[in-house]
């Protein structure tokens, strides 16, 4: 990004929306970061996605003291893949989260208290929902890319499958047609520890139960890497300063999983991290559908997947079950399998390998 | 096993052990079974090694009210593998445990009081050269075979580097040379979720930590299952009683994991738990050695090795190293790769698999 800095915006929808769960979320306000200009006939318009415990900065910096740019900053800016001098890069944060967007963090305005654990449990095709007015709100009829990874995938899939009028395309990174029993799991372990975390009082603390959300960020971090990263990262080496026969010695592998876990708490709000959990584990492209092949039957834009070797949480398998599903339907799809040790952090960090498959994808649309 | 009753067994060593550690454990109780009987010439011994919770009740009941028989019971009796017609089986508790040899749980006689976390921390070795002064004690010089899987597998692994001489042959299923990096997160979230349980009070208990314990052992069951089994024996079905939509629903994996985790608090010990998860993760074939080819120069008996296919926490290609630097060293090697879906309890569940293959080997001692 140029040395401009990203200004944070907001808007709210008094109309809200109605969820899949039945319940009524309503207002509900999206804040988002734009970076380039929408163009007259408004078809320069691209939709990011961010992943579980991603935001709406992008990239770029919002004032002199950050240090790091935004979470996907190495593809967003002039020159660069989502090319800001051509495209207008959109990025919300979802619903169910706790930058901004409403979610357990917010006031709900019908008691003037934070909803906490009476927030409503949201779906991934709910958070699409929230975005859809907020894509409307900018005179977007249709948006030349939706694309992103992990969650973010899961959303441009809903896009794809929910809207498929209003997208030329999408980019589906590291995603999952539904999570496997395994993956829930994960995420099942996770939760528990923070409903084991005495502070956490069912929602309803003033402080973040920090050792709950810390060790449940640690579960997550284990499922983001995988066996050959952790090799190549870690090995077997233990923590310096402490003895292999010391009881609280750590290898550095457990370190790290520690220290991520408690910068996490300064960062992340628990029950957001519970409900995107939820979001998560409930996801299938195909809900309310019978089958996939019903699921996928709407879609008009080309898609274009990419899954990573070592993925371990979201396997290639799952990804090419959908391509070969669409391609069964004589729909337009393209599949890329990266090799990268790096597991399902690959796709933030591969994307030297990606990019030039997404320009010349960009390119063709 | 016949209808007799098998008697728990139990010997006490007061010369103790020189622990790896430098530290010196004494004196050493170790609580064992035996099954058929040993002959004159003490040539028919096999021993049986468990694994990281398991205990000395390998087959059989030890009393009436028991309603099931022992651990490996599906191996272990008259015309089984280990035919107790013809061999004399041992099972002995490890150091470290819970269920009767010398662990954190038994009282220190320097004090009076349980060890808890003044107990030293204890090697797979450890374990082994306490074992030895069992098999001593029988007059036994040489075990017909030693064999376990997992934790068991590596005690076998140690009896074939560590005692050359003292067997005649020895099988290992399901384990590693040394654990992953993957796999010792896996136990560092273990851990850390005992520690994170106030109720824990740094070892110091009255009642075992529950939440804490009921956690570790949710996470210690992701590993021991599979993708797949999991897919066959759960797939994403919710848990009846609950609604997706209700915040603390549940699916059925996760019901399973926390029914099992808060089960496994009635029979284990959070500070043994904890010993010998740290065991594992410190195991090393080759720890002292330069390299494991140095390691596995000693190794005189015949080694049987298994490993199956959809095993994650002690993948085959672990098994496939060992077999191959010990092919390297021309020593008598066979393997094993059995295809499953089980996971790493495959060791346990596919004995009609592979037990044909250990009669043979067997029949070959």
New interface residues.
């Given amino acids: 990004m140029s040395e401009d800095f990203i200004r944070e915006q907001s808007k709210t929808f008094d109309s809200g929306v109605r969820l899949?769960?039945?319940?009524f979320l309503a207002p509900i306000t999206l804040v988002y970061e734009t970076y380039g200009t929408l163009n007259e006939q408004k078809t320069n318009a691209i939709l990011v996605e961010h992943a579980w415990t991603g935001d709406a900065h992008l990239a770029g910096k919002r004032n002199e003291s950050e240090t790091k740019p935004g979470w996907w900053d190495a593809i967003v800016g002039s020159g660069r893949l989502l090319d800001t001098d051509q495209y207008f890069v959109i990025c919300s944060n979802v619903i169910g989260s706790c930058f901004g967007s409403t979610g357990p963090t917010s006031i709900n305005p019908k008691t003037g208290k934070r909803y906490n654990?009476s927030f409503?449990?949201v779906t991934i095709r709910d958070m699409v929902r929230a975005q859809k007015l907020l894509i409307d709100s900018f005179g977007i009829g249709r948006l030349l890319t939706v694309m992103g990874g992990s969650m973010g995938g899961m959303q441009a899939l809903e896009w794809a499958t929910q809207y498929p009028d209003n997208i030329a395309s999408a980019i589906v990174l590291a995603a999952t047609p539904?999570?496997?029993?395994?993956a829930?799991?994960?995420n099942?372990?996770a939760r528990?520890?923070i409903f084991?975390?005495?502070t956490w009082r069912k929602g309803e603390y003033k402080q973040n139960p920090k050792?709950?959300l810390a060790?449940a960020r640690?579960?997550g971090h284990?499922t983001f890497?995988?066996?050959e990263s952790?090799?190549n990262?870690?090995?077997?080496r233990f923590s310096a300063k402490d003895g292999?026969?010391?009881?609280f010695g750590?290898?550095e592998?457990?370190r790290y999983?520690?220290y991520n876990g408690y910068s996490f708490v300064d960062r992340f709000d628990a029950n957001s991290f519970?409900y995107l959990a939820?979001s998560l584990?409930?996801y299938?492209v195909a809900w309310g559908c019978e089958s996939m092949t019903e699921a996928f039957s709407p879609v008009k834009a080309p898609l274009q997947f990419y899954a990573f070797s070592s993925d371990?949480l979201y396997?290639a398998y799952q990804t090419e079950e959908m391509v070969n599903c669409l391609k069964s339907l004589g729909k337009e799809v393209e599949y890329h399998l990266i090799p990268s040790a790096y597991g399902h952090d690959a796709f933030l960090l591969e994307h030297e390998t990606f990019a030039p498959r997404i320009r010349d994808f960009l390119g063709r649309i």
């Fill in positions: 899949d769960s039945g319940r654990l409503p449990v539904r999570p496997s029993p395994q829930i799991s994960l099942a372990v528990w520890a084991n975390d005495p050792d709950g060790l640690g579960i284990i890497l995988s066996d952790m090799h990262k870690f090995g077997r292999q026969f010391d009881f750590q290898f592998v457990e999983l520690n519970l939820k584990d409930l299938d371990w396997p």
